[in-house]
C-alpha cells in the first residue's frame, strides 16, 4: 500500500533553516507528483507548492518563493522540502502528499517549531 | 492573491442534511478546478473525501457527494452521523497552483 513516512520533530531557531523528508513506498514514485501542505495551530491548510518527481520541475505558492526549496531522489524514493529564514509564524505541521486522485495520500505530517 | 472561502460554521442534527459550499474569489467555481473536498479530525491528518468535483474515493462513505451548485462547489452529506463532526476544506486549482478554503467546522447536534 501506498506510504509516505515522513522525519520527525524539529524545533529551529528564527532565521534557521529546516528540512523535512518524506520517504515514498508502495508505488513507482517517479509516476506521481508530491505536494507540501502546511498547517499553522489552530489554522486552516496552506498549501505550499508540488514537485514532479518524474524530471524535478516545481511551482511554488507565490508566498514561499524564494523561501522554499522541494528536491526528490529517485534512487531513495525520498522528497524534501527545505524552507529558509524561518520565522516564528512558520511554526507548523508540514505534510507531503501524493497527487494522485486529487491529493489522495497524506504523510503524518512534521512539527516544526520556531521560537527562539 | 486568490481567496476561497467557506462558512465558518455549520450545525446539523443526526440523520440530517447539510450543505458545504467552495467560493472562488476569481469568479465561478468550474470543473476545470478539479474541487477536492477534505475532513479534518482533531489531531489528525486530512483525510480525502472527493476529487475533481464529485468522484468519491474508495473509503467515501456514499452519504457524502460532491457537485457545483450555484457558481460555488459544494459538499453535501445527507443522513449525517454524530462522526461526521470536524472541519472541512475545500481546494481549487488554478493554472498550476492550488489553494485551500478557509474551512468549515461541522457541528452534529
Known amino acids: 500500500q501506498v506510504q509516505l513516512v515522513q522525519s520527525g520533530v524539529e524545533v529551529k531557531q528564527p532565521g534557521a533553516s529546516v528540512k523535512v523528508s518524506c520517504k515514498a513506498s508502495?508505488?513507482?514514485?517517479?509516476?506521481?507528483?508530491l505536494t507540501w501542505v502546511r498547517q499553522a495551530p489552530g489554522q486552516g491548510l496552506e498549501w505550499m507548492g508540488w514537485?514532479?518527481?518524474?524530471?524535478?520541475?516545481?511551482n511554488y505558492a507565490q508566498k514561499f518563493q524564494g523561501r522554499v526549496t522541494m528536491t526528490t531522489d529517485t534512487y531513495t524514493t525520498t522528497a524534501y522540502m527545505e524552507l529558509r529564514s524561518l520565522r516564528s509564524d512558520d511554526t507548523a505541521v508540514y505534510y507531503c502528499v501524493r497527487l494522485s486522485l486529487g491529493l489522495e495520500n497524506w504523510g503524518q505530517g512534521t512539527l516544526v517549531t520556531v521560537s527562539s | 492573491q486568490t481567496v476561497v472561502t467557506q462558512e465558518p460554521s455549520l450545525t446539523v442534527s443526526p440523520g440530517g442534511t447539510v450543505t458545504l459550499t467552495c467560493a472562488s474569489s476569481t469568479g465561478a467555481v468550474t470543473s476545470a478546478q478539479y474541487p477536492n473536498w477534505f475532513q479534518q479530525k482533531p489531531g489528525q491528518a486530512p483525510r480525502p473525501l472527493i476529487y475533481?468535483?464529485?468522484n468519491k474515493h474508495s473509503w467515501t462513505p456514499a452519504r457524502f457527494s460532491g457537485s457545483l451548485l450555484g457558481g460555488k462547489a459544494a459538499l453535501t452529506l445527507s443522513g449525517v452521523q454524530p462522526e461526521d463532526e470536524a472541519e472541512y476544506y475545500c481546494?481549487?486549482?488554478?493554472?498550476?497552483?492550488?489553494?485551500f478554503g478557509t474551512g468549515t467546522k461541522v457541528t452534529v447536534l
Open positions: 481546494l481549487l486549482y488554478y493554472s498550476g497552483t492550488y489553494v
Open positions: 514537485i514532479s518527481a518524474y524530471n524535478g520541475n516545481t
Open positions: 508502495g508505488y513507482s514514485f517517479t509516476n506521481y507528483d
Open positions: 475533481s468535483t464529485t
